[in-house]
């Protein structure tokens, strides 16, 4: 059974802890939720043998895109045979914990831009995989359609429609640092409100069924751009920086010790509609894994590419 958990114990609980204070801790304690290292031979529901370790942990963040392709991931790993653990914290203890081998795989690494600084401190003890599984993400800041400024050096001129507020996402997200960084760029007279996403959502979902004017930090994919309209402010000095790709990371032995999951996962591509309609599913699901099992089953031949 797929099992979801928070970084309560050992390592990860000191890094999350920490993280959320905005210090460092290169001495956390080996996390208690490790990996059995015992190899074993697992057998699929299609009789095939799965070789290598039989449980993998997947460490993910709270961004809707996340946890909509961790649980996918955790429901077709269960269905090959292993046993799935996701594990929810912030992006620096998860790239800590996957490059310290506490967490096997994270599904998220937005490159060149926006996890650079993780990639810097980490990638030389981690697996980044070759392959791309999402092409042409966005960051910036965003207001409604009907809102009349398209440029982020327009804002100065309206602070007072936005009430100098920028309102953000959790503070130990990239986008959020990237946002602290085109403040500065364009010297805004504005404050960003550090949250949460789900906090950033009801700011924006309330401001437009009101059709107020609301300035919030977004990134896609994301399902908010199909549930209202909204764009993204014209960005001439670039400080959000240019369309990425999304990879994932892995433990540094992955390739050996999960050959099969490699090359699926390696398979695997999306795009807006696929990922908008799978983080659709969950959003309007009461649980996040059945979502991802409705999605699944209305998707097997997508699915079935990739798993071959």
């Not at 990860?12 to 990996?35: F, K, V, W, Y």
């Not at 077709?76 to 996957?98: F, N, Q, R």
């Not at 993204?232 to 369309?243: H, I, K, M, S, W």
Request: aromatic share 10%.
């Amino acid at each position: 059974m797929m099992r979801g958990s928070l970084l309560s114990t050992g390592m990860l609980s000191a890094a999350l802890i920490l993280t959320a204070c905005g210090e460092n801790n290169a001495d956390n304690t080996e996390n208690e939720n490790n990996l059995n290292e015992n190899e074993t031979n697992n057998i699929d529901e299609d009789g095939n043998e799965v070789s290598g370790e039989d449980e993998i942990e997947i460490g993910l963040n709270n961004w809707a895109e996340n946890v909509a392709v961790a649980n996918m991931w955790g429901v077709l790993l269960e269905e090959e045979g292993y046993d799935v653990e996701l594990t929810m914290s912030e992006k620096a203890p998860i790239w800590e914990a996957v490059a310290t081998d506490g967490i096997d795989l994270s599904l998220e690494v937005w490159l060149p831009t926006t996890d650079e600084p993780f990639y810097e401190d980490h990638g030389d003890d981690v697996y980044l995989s070759d392959e791309i599984w999402f092409e042409g993400t966005g960051l910036g800041l965003a207001v409604p359609e009907y809102v009349d400024i398209d440029s982020m050096d327009e804002l100065n001129d309206n602070v007072d429609m936005f009430d100098g507020e920028i309102v953000g996402i959790d503070a130990g997200a990239s986008l959020t640092r990237l946002t602290d960084e085109a403040i500065e760029t364009y010297d805004l007279e504005y404050e960003q409100l550090v949250s949460s996403e789900s906090s950033m959502l009801s700011a924006l979902d309330q401001a437009y069924s009101n059709e107020e004017p609301v300035l919030v930090t977004m990134w896609n994919p994301h399902w908010a751009f199909s549930e209202y309209d909204i764009k993204y402010l014209d960005d001439p000095e670039n400080a959000f920086g240019e369309a990425e790709d999304i990879h994932y990371k892995a433990r540094e032995d992955f390739p050996e010790v999960y050959p099969e999951v490699k090359e699926w996962l390696d398979n695997w591509m999306m795009d807006d509609e696929t990922l908008g309609d799978l983080m659709s599913y969950i959003e309007n699901s009461d649980d996040e894994r059945e979502g991802a099992e409705d999605w699944i089953e209305d998707n097997r031949d997508l699915i079935d590419e990739w798993m071959e």
